[in-house]
Every structure is written in structure tokens, then in C-alpha cells.
């Protein structure tokens, strides 16, 4: 059953007894917390995700609450635990869903047997492309512009893959947009709905893009690595996409993960085949639209078998 | 005691006991375990038991995560030893490993699914000088601190700023002493170097009986609630080494002679009430008689531990251990001195040795 | 070579059964299971471990393998670069001298 399917009277009070249970990236994380603001957003946002039913065994209990019985009515703060402990420092009351998101960012990462890079995922035509880039390059507003324009989206921060198969698992969970990138988005695609903006984050201002209902619906659907390609942003730039040598992306991509070392030998594996099997690039563009056109062109020439070498767009 | 720190408890004691449970006891187990640093513990426990593929495949996937977790620190944390070794080799003098670097270093079934953080090593006091200028000269650098953290830690901490290696990250600790230096205490370093025990490569550990005072001092001088793991750790020590003759005549002896008799008796006590562990009647009756507080102190001291040393609800203390790199983490790369060759621009060099392919493997 | 000092020992990989790596153009990514680090390396660098991974070799003996790849003589100051190569290759326990 979706969370937004159950009663809502009775998920609220679960958030406050025995915690609601979600479903992501193949993970069960119970989400406990006496803080309507958090309990609010959650509902609205992971609406269409699958609620996990009665009891079970849950991969992390997640905790939101006020830091102490008086923070509950003055200058209230908040503070997040996972399994009893915290990453994160006590938050202003109106940060609570972020710091919900920031948890099961958490997560997400605490993996030790999939190797999870710090990059967004989408796909099309069965073919997925992963995302890398550090923060603050433009990859959750290219990856909204492609999910708002029909791509799947498995995750705008984590490519997690499977060492087993080399495939990915899909998170899909919001997508987390900055400052600019949020009117953008709006403009881009009217009928998506946001969270509240939250102002005076440490990285500006912060909204959720909640995903598709088809990709969270196919969330248990895994998908293979075709192509890497690395966006890089820049207001007024041409156009233009290069190809990544091989020890350059890896670097890139091992460099950026969030397990790498943890994962030891596997995770050197892992992304050694991504890099032997896939090819990369590195995408410089000035527009979402400029960017948008570049990946569809790229991906439909990797889906007609084009060889693969410098490929020249031309500039608009 | 709150029912599901009995469970936990029950389940570390006896962990062929875990299969038999229901999915939310299980539940509460692993929850449990995890906020304790206990899962990978638990899981070298049921691996040898061989009841793993008895576990719903949730259980599983939990422990082969811990599993690995474990494992990946167990090589870091041997090879950050082995650094240290190589650093300081030429001085000549007489490291002690301590903690869990010591547990894993001696081969000790106390060191299963332990995470380590830091490296702890303890060198005479005459030594500290040379020991941080050399691993300052190797690539360690002191922790960023101001002057004040600094005086604190000199002085009263008895250890000398922590250290992070430039480029691996891992703290190390150096200590000249290993017990706060409260007026009870009356243990030099001199001492428990003397008594340390070899365990190759110019590297030592303490003696049986220190390593013991030294883990029960650790867990009861300071607050020992959430810290189940080390009252464990405590409980594994006694177990191997009362097999060694003489060991409970020493350490009673030891402990009396250096101020150390509360801190045993306590963890004497709480070892075999909450982990069981087995110690001749003779040993607790002779400890108690020697080093027990007052009734009233004990029945405090009871209750404090029975209710506190598993952590209940989130927001109380807890030992868990979060790995310090959050979202990002590092990936330990090395890069080597770039190719100049006298006065050529880069030098191609051809592999033409290698017949192999390029994607060979070790 | 000239007369000054230049380290004569037998240089040997560390725990070589721990190796993984991939030689991509000539760069080199070194994974090692022994200290669970992994290493980046240039192809100087590269054929300095290429050697290592066949034999024990000594500094004299390294430099001559890249001057003959390099099509360049044996000198001083290619003797100088491999020895500050089987330094970092110390430092982080990829190779060792022979006792």
C-alpha cells in the first residue's frame, strides 16, 4: 500500500509510537518523530512510496525530536538520531524534514555491501547514466530536468550498485534543488510539486522535488550502467561534451564515493568494471534545455550502437 | 533493567539463542546491537555457530554489512600499526599498543567485529619528545587545536595532541600515561612498560593483568552508561587470561599496590552479573574485601549500571559509534610525484615488456 | 652513474598476492588489500611497479629499465627520481627494501 493511500490519522500516530516503515533502496528504515513539521512533509512527500506494514526488521530507526521538553514551545531545535546516535548537529525546529532527508541520506551511505558513489542516476530506453559531479556542479537540476522530461529517476545524489551484477538500485526519493535551480525547476516543469523552500540552510535555499509516480513505482526495478557522464555548469557556457579517459573517471568516481574505502577490494572491482564497460564524458553547458537536448542526442546514439569518440555538439 | 537491554544482553551471552527469536525481538536485538557497536560482534558469534542461514535474509543482510565494515577497519587499522612501527622503528624504543589496536595486534578473540577509530600507543615519557617529532617528520600532523586544547591535552590529558596522518586521516593518540591522574592512582608508565609483553616487530602490549585494569579503570573512572562493548571487552580478558596461573593473585595484587582496586572490584562485579563471566568465588570475596565501596555507594553504583550500560531510548548516551566521515567519504589516494626527467617535457615510456592486457588483475 | 651515494638495496613489493589494479593510457590505479589503499599512479611510477611485480629489483637496476624505454641514458638524476618513487612507495607500504 502507498503512505498516501493508508489513513492519515493512524500514520500520524504511528509516527509517534512504533514509527513509520519505508522502503528505499532495497533498505527498511522506520522513521519515529514527535515533530509534526517532519511527520507532515513525510506524508506529502513520500506519498507514492510503499509503506512497509506491521512489524519487521528495520535496517535503521530513525529519530527526530526536540533537543529538550523546553525546546518543544521556545526558540525550538530539533535534532536527528540514527540507531541512538547522531551525525548532526541540533537544527532550528523549522529544518525538520530536512534533517529527516539528511538522515536517510545518511543511510543510504552507511552501506558496506554495495558500492554507493555520490552521484544522481536516471535512465531511459533501459540504458542508465550516471551522474558524478561534487556538489554545488548542477547535478540534481539537470537530473530534475531529465525526470521532469520522462527520464526515470533512481536517485539524484546516490548511484548505488550492486557488485554482484554491476547494476544499479534505485533510491528514488526527492530530489534536493539550491537556490536558483528551484524557480528553474518550477518554470520547467508547472506540475511538479515542491516542498516548502527552506531558507538560510548552509547552502541557501533548500526545496524537495517529489519524483514521478512511475519512478517510484519501478523502484525495485534495477538497471545497467551504460553511460558516465559528468556535468559541469556554467551560466553562459556553449555547449559542449568531451570524453573522460578512463583513470580520470575513475578517480572521478572512486574519489567521490561514499564507501569506497569500506568496500575495500569489491569497490575497486565495482568501479574498475563500470569503467572498463561504460563510456564517459564530461558535459559543460550554459542552459537545462542546452543540457537536457545533449543527453538525449548522446543517449540515442549509444542506443544506435554510434562509435563511441569525440562527439561534437553544435552550439545553439 | 529495561526488557530489551535483558534481551541484548541475553543475546551477547548466548547468541545461539538469536535464531529462536521472534521478527520483533530480533528486531529490537539488532537495534540494539547496533547502537552498542555489537553487530559485528554478534555476527563472528553466529558465523561460528554456523545459524547465520537461519536468519530472515533483513537479519543477514545487517550482519554481512557489519561483516564487512569490521573487516575493512581490521585492515586499516593493522596497517596504521604498521606505519607507526616503520615510523618509529630506528628509535629503538619500546612502543605499547593499546586498546584495540593492542586486542587485534595479539591475535585476541576480544578484537571480533571491533571498529576502531583511533590508534593508541603508549611510550615512556622520556621518549614522547623524539616519538612526535619523528612522526611529525613522517607525515603525521598534530589535530587542529587551539592553544588552550593543546595545554589541556599536554598536561592534564597525559597524552600529546592527537595526530592525523596527512593523508589517511586515522587519529592517533600517544599517551605517556594511560590513567587519569586522580590521587588514588599510583601507577607509572615505567611500570606497565616493563610489564608488557612482546608481540613482534618491536611492538608490545600490556601485560594480562594491566591490559585488565587499564579496561576497567577505562570503563568505570569514567561514565559507563551505553558502554556495554567494553564491559564485554572486560569479559573476554578475564575469561582468557584467569586461565593463566597466578593471574587473579597478581591482579588483586597489582590493583592494590597502584590504586587501582575500586575500578576492578566494579569491573569484577559487573562482569560476572551482566556478562557472566566466571571468576573463582575466592577471587570476588578477596576483591570485595579489599576495594568494595560502602553499601550505599554499591547499591548506587548497582543500580547506575544495571539501568544505564545498555543505552535505552535514542537521546540517551549511547556508545554508537558513527564512522566520522558522513556523507563524504574519503578514498585514501596516493597520488605519485608526477615524471619530469631532466630537461624533457613528459617522457612517453612505452610498455613495450608488457604482453599482458590492460586490465589485469593481482 | 655518478659516485655519490645511491641506495644499493634490493627493493621488493609488499604483500603482492594483495594486488589489483588496471593500467588505463599509462596511468595506473593500484589497489592493495594489504592496507586497503589505493594508489594512483603515473607511468614512471607505473613501470617502476610493472618491474617490481616481476622481480626484486635495485635502484640501478629500475633506472636502467626507464632509460632503456625512454631511449635516454642511465644518470644521476633518473637514479635520484625512481629512488623518490620507491620512497613514497615506502610510505604508503607498497614496496620495501630487502633486509
Redesign the interface.
Known amino acids: 500500500m502507498r503512505l498516501g493511500a493508508a489513513p492519515e490519522s493512524a500514520l500520524r500516530a504511528q509516527f509517534h509510537t512504533t514509527g513509520v516503515r519505508l522502503r528505499l533502496a532495497g533498505l527498511c528504515v522506520n522513521l519515529r518523530t514527535d515533530v509534526p513539521a517532519a511527520s507532515d512533509q513525510i506524508l506529502q512527500m513520500y506519498r507514492d512510496h510503499p509503506l512497509e506494514a506491521g512489524v519487521g526488521i528495520d535496517d535503521f530507526r530513525v529519530w527526530l525530536s526536540y533537543t529538550d521538553p523546553l525546546r518543544r514551545f521556545v526558540r525550538r531545535r530539533i535534532q536527528v538520531f540514527i540507531d541512538g546516535a547522531t551525525p548532526f548537529e541540533p537544527m532550528p525546529h523549522r529544518f525538520a524534514y530536512v534533517s529527516i532527508e539528511g538522515a536517510l541520506n545518511w543511510c543510504i551511505s552507511a552501506t558496506a555491501i554495495n558500492v554507493v558513489l555520490h552521484a544522481a542516476v536516471v535512465e531511459r530506453g533501459g540504458l542508465a547514466v550516471i551522474l558524478p559531479a561534487p556538489p554545488g556542479s548542477g547535478k540534481s537540476t539537470l537530473c530534475a530536468g531529465l525526470v521532469m522530461r520522462g527520464w526515470r529517476l533512481l536517485s539524484d545524489e546516490h548511484a548505488v550498485l550492486r557488485p554482484a551484477d554491476g547494476r544499479l538500485q534505485p533510491v528514488a526519493r526527492p530530489i534536493s534543488l539550491k537556490n536558483e535551480s528551484i524557480a528553474l525547476i518550477r518554470q520547467w516543469a508547472p506540475d511538479a510539486h515542491f516542498s516548502p523552500v527552506f531558507t538560510g540552510t548552509i547552502r541557501g535555499d533548500v526545496a524537495y522535488l517529489r519524483p514521478p509516480t512511475d519512478s517510484i513505482a519501478r523502484a525495485t526495478e534495477t538497471a545497467a550502467p551504460a553511460l558516465i557522464v559528468s556535468p559541469t555548469y556554467q551560466a553562459g557556457a556553449a555547449v559542449a561534451l568531451q570524453p573522460l579517459g578512463k583513470s580520470e573517471t575513475f578517480r572521478l568516481l572512486a574519489g567521490n564515493a561514499m564507501n569506497y574505502h569500506t568496500t575495500q577490494r569489491c569497490g575497486f572491482d565495482t568501479v574498475a568494471g563500470l569503467v572498463d564497460s561504460c563510456a564517459a564524458w564530461r558535459l559543460s553547458y550554459g542552459t537545462l534545455a542546452q543540457a537536457v537536448d545533449a543527453m538525449e542526442a548522446l543517449l540515442a546514439r549509444v542506443q544506435t550502437g554510434s562509435a563511441s569518440g569525440r562527439l561534437a555538439i553544435a552550439t545553439a | 533493567m529495561e526488557e530489551v537491554a535483558a534481551l541484548l544482553l541475553h543475546s551477547m551471552r548466548d547468541p545461539a539463542s538469536v535464531p529462536g527469536l521472534g521478527?520483533?525481538a530480533?528486531?529490537d536485538v539488532?537495534?540494539a546491537a547496533?547502537?552498542h557497536a555489537l553487530l559485528a560482534r554478534l555476527e563472528h558469534d553466529l558465523a561460528g555457530l554456523g545459524v547465520l542461514q537461519d536468519l530472515?535474509e533483513?537479519?543477514r543482510?545487517?550482519f554481512?554489512?557489519?561483516r564487512?565494515?569490521a573487516?575493512?577497519n581490521a585492515?586499516?587499522l593493522c596497517?596504521e600499526i604498521?606505519?607507526v612501527r616503520?615510523a618509529l622503528t630506528d628509535l629503538g624504543i619500546r612502543i605499547v599498543l593499546l586498546k584495540g589496536a593492542a586486542y587485534r595486534r595479539a591475535g585476541l578473540s576480544v578484537a571480533r567485529g571491533r571498529v576502531s577509530v583511533d590508534l593508541d600507543i603508549l611510550v615512556s615519557v622520556a621518549d614522547i619528545g623524539r616519538v612526535e617529532r619523528t612522526l611529525i617528520d613522517?607525515?603525521w600532523q598534530a589535530a587542529e587545536m587551539n592553544r588552550y586544547d593543546q595545554h589541556y591535552y599536554r598536561d592534564w590529558m597525559h597524552e600529546i595532541p592527537p595526530l592525523v596522518h596527512g593523508e589517511?586521516g586515522i587519529e592517533l593518540d600517544v599517551h605517556h600515561t594511560i590513567f587519569p591522574p586522580v590521587s588514588e592512582i599510583r601507577i607509572d608508565s615505567e611500570t606497565l612498560l616493563a610489564a608488557a609483553t612482546p608481540v613482534g616487530d618491536g611492538l608490545w602490549v600490556l601485560g594480562p593483568t594491566d591490559m585488565v585494569l587499564h579496561a576497567a579503570a577505562h570503563l568505570f573512572q569514567e561514565n559507563p552508561a551505553g558502554h556495554l562493548r567494553d564491559l564485554l571487552d572486560l569479559h573476554d580478558l578475564l575469561t582468557l587470561f584467569g586461565q593463566h596461573a597466578g593471574f587473579w593473585e597478581n591482579l588483586i595484587e597489582r590493583a592494590g599496590r597502584h590504586g587501582l582496586g575500586r575500578p576492578l572490584y566494579y569491573g569484577l562485579r559487573y562482569a560476572v552479573d551482566l556478562a557472566g563471566t566466571a571468576i573463582p568465588a575466592a577471587v570476588l570475596n578477596r576483591a570485595k574485601a579489599l576495594f568494595a565501596p560502602n553499601a550505599v555507594q554499591l547499591r548506587v553504583m548497582d543500580w547506575l549500571v544495571r539501568s544505564a550500560i545498555v543505552?535505552g531510548?535514542?537521546?540517551?548516551a549511547?556508545a554508537?559509534?558513527?564512522p566520522r566521515f558522513?556523507?563524504?567519504?574519503?578514498?585514501?589516494?596516493?597520488?605519485?610525484?608526477?615524471?619530469?626527467?631532466?630537461g624533457?617535457s613528459l617522457?612517453?615510456?612505452?610498455?613495450?615488456?608488457?604482453g599482458k592486457s590492460?586490465?589485469?588483475?593481482? | 652513474m655518478g659516485e655519490q651515494a645511491i641506495d644499493s638495496r634490493t627493493w621488493r613489493l609488499l604483500e603482492p598476492a594483495g594486488l589489483a589494479w588496471r593500467c588505463w593510457d599509462e596511468d595506473y590505479i593500484v589497489f592493495h588489500s594489504w592496507s586497503g589503499m589505493t594508489h594512483y599512479l603515473d607511468a614512471t611510477a607505473g613501470t617502476v611497479f610493472e618491474v617490481l611485480l616481476d622481480h626484486a629489483a635495485t635502484v640501478r637496476g629500475l633506472a636502467t629499465v626507464l632509460a632503456g624505454l625512454a631511449d635516454t641514458p642511465v644518470t644521476d638524476s633518473l637514479g635520484a627520481l625512481v629512488q623518490q618513487v620507491l620512497r613514497r612507495f615506502d610510505e604508503v607500504g607498497l614496496a620495501e627494501p630487502m633486509p
Open positions: 521478527a520483533e530480533l528486531d539488532l537495534h547496533r547502537q530472515p533483513a537479519a543482510r545487517q554481512a554489512n557489519a564487512v565494515r573487516n575493512a585492515i586499516t596497517f604498521d606505519r616503520r613522517r607525515g589517511r543505552a531510548s535514542p537521546g540517551q549511547s554508537g559509534v558513527l558522513m556523507l563524504f567519504a574519503r578514498s585514501h589516494w596516493i597520488k605519485m610525484p608526477p615524471a619530469v626527467l631532466l624533457h617522457v612517453k615510456i612505452i610498455h613495450r615488456m608488457r590492460a586490465t589485469d588483475t593481482g
